[in-house]
């Protein structure tokens, strides 16, 4: 069965440089998370996109930006980075329409590394 | 929003014992609970949930209960082994205007599992 997909896997970027992480959900997933987590910690609730808007916001930077496209595919945009960023950014999807499953589905993570 | 207390932070047991890692949720209106089991590096693994609408749900050696009442929900994991070492985290969820809200995870459990 097709998985979510991420890439890049591994991404090292330098102080105030940009990142774009990409995201593609299971085909027919309507709904779209992104999550970081730091090491030791839990994964932090960044943003979500159900039907390419913007359906909730958490503690994202201002710095980091983030759309869903038409093929549902979802990118997070991340501009001048900074060293506490680096962490392992997750990706999951979703079926929130009727008669979809309750499970979130978590791609492999890209981890990114800010030097 | 949403808090999630998830206790113990470390876990060691014998190999064939069992497992207990409790939380707590302040969201009444969450109504699916999951618990994900993740090894050092990689994505979160769900390894069993439990809607809001159900007590108590099972799934061979592990098993989860829900007091909504008490805001608590359980994992017991029995006959432990070797392999079953890893950071398990809960999370609580809801529902947001139209579509799945944002899992809200506990602190984690470092469970450690010694032959």
């Known amino acids: 069965a097709a998985g979510v997909i991420q890439s890049p896997r591994h991404l090292i970027k330098e102080k105030r440089e940009t990142a774009t992480l990409k995201c593609y959900p299971i085909?027919?997933?309507?709904?779209v998370y992104w999550y970081q987590q730091g090491p030791g910690q839990d994964p932090q609730f960044l943003i979500s996109?159900?039907?390419?808007?913007?359906?909730d916001k958490g503690s994202i930077p201002d710095r980091f930006s983030a759309q869903q496209f038409s093929d549902y595919h979802s990118e997070l945009n991340m501009s001048s980075l900074e060293l506490g960023d680096s962490a392992l950014y997750f990706c999951?999807?979703?079926?929130?329409?009727?008669?979809?499953?309750?499970?979130?589905?978590f791609g492999p993570g890209t981890r990114l590394t800010v030097t | 929003g949403e808090n999630v207390e998830q206790h113990p932070s470390t876990l060691s047991v014998q190999e064939g014992d069992s497992a207990v890692i409790k939380c707590t949720y302040s969201?009444?209106?969450?109504?699916?609970f999951p618990w994900y089991k993740q090894e050092l590096g990689k994505r979160p693994q769900l390894i069993i949930d439990?809607?809001?609408?159900?007590g108590e749900k099972k799934d061979q050696r592990i098993a989860v209960t829900l007091n909504k009442t008490a805001k608590h929900f359980s994992l017991h994991i029995t006959e432990t082994q070797p392999e079953d070492s890893a950071v398990y985290f809960c999370?609580?969820?809801?529902?947001?205007?139209?579509?799945?809200?944002?899992?809200?995870f506990g602190a984690g459990t470092q469970v450690v599992v010694t032959p």
């Open positions: 996109f159900y039907e390419k808007m913007q359906s």
């Open positions: 085909p027919r997933h309507d709904t």
């Open positions: 969201d009444s209106a969450s109504n699916y």
């Open positions: 439990i809607r809001s609408n159900v």
């Open positions: 999370a609580a969820r809801g529902w947001v205007t139209d579509s799945w809200g944002k899992l809200q």
């Open positions: 999951a999807s979703s079926l929130s329409a009727s008669g979809g499953s309750y499970e979130q589905y």
